[in-house]
């Protein structure tokens, strides 16, 4: 089978996840992953992201197929059902909101800077090394934070279920995923109705 070059793109799921250790500013090239699905969905009325361009699709494919860290069983059926993929929708567009707001609050001077990742709220892993006050603006570097908090805990969550359930398990109630379905439901019904 012939290889593509959008086949190594687990490459850029490494990459990301690895220059936010070093430096939480790279955590912006994350909207890449928000913004590109939505987009592709939005014009061509197909998941092609999902399937072709997702780097953390590949890397769960990699390291659980490939490499075996899989357990190769079923995923449950609870989380192929609508109210778990749209609860968890609904959850990380709440932890989204959050962040535009802690990066709101932080614009306006309402707000300090906090060099903290979080995951989930519920744990705050210190992440100072990663930023050097003034580099740019306060606001900008609590985006980042938000935005690699969110990205990070939604590695781990595909990392476990990977490792419990198929290796793609993540992307049945992955939101982006999620999303960029119900927009092809959309755009193939409005065609349908022309």
């Keep these: 089978m012939k290889k593509h070059w959008y086949d190594y793109l687990w490459v850029w799921a490494i990459l990301y996840f ?23 969905a939005i014009i061509g009325g197909n998941k ?48 989204f909101g959050n962040v535009l707001l802690q990066t709101y609050l932080v614009f306006s001077g309402a707000s300090s800077l906090k060099q903290v990742v979080s995951l989930a ?40 279920v990977m490792a419990l359930y198929k290796p793609r398990s993540w992307c049945v109630f992955c939101p982006m995923g999620t999303m960029t379905q119900d927009i092809c439901k959309l755009k193939n019904l409005r065609n349908n109705n022309q």
């Design 18 to 40: 690895t220059l936010g250790l070093f430096n939480i500013l790279f955590a912006w090239f994350g909207m890449i992953d928000f913004l590109l699905p939505l987009f592709i």
């Design 48 to 95: 092609w992201f999902c399937n072709n361009l997702c780097g953390r699709g590949q890397l769960f494919s990699l390291l659980g197929g490939k490499l075996g860290w899989s357990s190769g069983k079923a995923t449950p059926r609870w989380m192929l059902s609508k109210w778990f993929r749209y609860g968890f929708l609904a959850f990380f567009l709440t932890m």
């Design 121 to 160: 709220w519920a744990i705050k892993l210190p992440w100072n090394w990663a930023y050097t006050d003034g580099q740019v603006p306060s606001w900008v570097a609590q985006f980042s934070f938000g935005l690699y908090s969110i990205m990070l805990l939604s590695l781990i969550v595909g990392l476990i």
